[in-house]
């Protein structure tokens, strides 16, 4: 069964830094998002892509983030300039284009900022 | 604001027994309601979508039941197992394509033997 992927597994990088995060969704799917996870948190939206475009983000995600599809199969998301709190689980999720299809989520990155 | 409710954090029960899991939303009308299992380190898994006009889905040994009217799902899982044990996330959606997944908190189910 074709899935997500992301990589890497988990991240680690000193505060202030610059990260990417890679994500590869499934092929035939349309839509894409990222969503994050602080530890014993609830699973939070960050944003949704599609047509090359954001279509719907949330207010954890500022000028800090930014997501990018460089070519037809990878979509990153890229934090500018890290802190502390941004410390979590990454997960990238796609979705086909059509109704109530359910989202289908990587295993996510572990992001651990120093 | 959007709010979801899954009634308790952790839920113990013994193997073999009927595992209920409830989800509550208010300041919504979703369209469908999605459940998800989510295990240590790992990303959510979709398990079963019910839409606004059906009362009940089932899956094996999974049922889910939708009531608009009370705003409620609640997710049963029949004859449970050790495995069985994880995570459960509710997230009610709405009709748009593409729209985000908005995740209740969770409940942890632990099924002993």
């Known amino acids: 069964e074709p899935e997500v992927t992301q990589t890497p597994s988990h991240q680690v990088t000193q505060m202030g830094q610059e990260v990417i995060l890679r994500c590869v969704p499934i092929s035939n799917h349309l839509y894409f998002y990222w969503y994050r996870q602080i530890l014993g948190q609830k699973v939070e939206f960050l944003v949704s892509?599609?047509?090359?475009?954001?279509?719907?983000k949330s207010e954890i995600f500022d000028d800090q983030f930014s997501v990018e599809r460089p070519d037809g199969s990878n979509f990153t998301l890229k934090i500018r300039s890290t802190k502390l709190e941004d410390s979590a689980m990454y997960f990238c999720a796609s979705r086909e284009d059509r109704s109530n299809q359910p989202q289908h989520f990587g295993d996510g990155t572990r992001l651990s900022i120093l | 604001s959007q709010k979801i409710e899954q009634n308790s954090e952790a839920l113990n029960i013994q193997e073999g027994k009927t595992a209920t899991l409830t989800c509550n939303y208010t300041?919504?009308?979703?369209?469908?309601l999605q459940w998800y299992r989510q295990d240590p380190g790992r990303g959510p898994v979709f398990l079963l979508l019910?839409?606004?006009?059906?009362k009940e889905k089932r899956k094996e040994r999974l049922k889910v039941t939708f009531d608009t009217t009370l705003k409620q799902s609640l997710f049963h899982i029949t004859a449970s197992q050790p495995a069985d044990s994880a995570t459960y996330l509710c997230a009610p959606s709405n009709n748009q394509a593409g729209t985000a997944l908005i995740f209740g908190k969770g409940t942890t189910l632990s099924v002993s033997s």
């Open positions: 892509f599609y047509n090359n475009e954001i279509s719907e």
């Open positions: 300041n919504y009308s979703p369209a469908y």
């Open positions: 019910i839409r606004e006009n059906e």
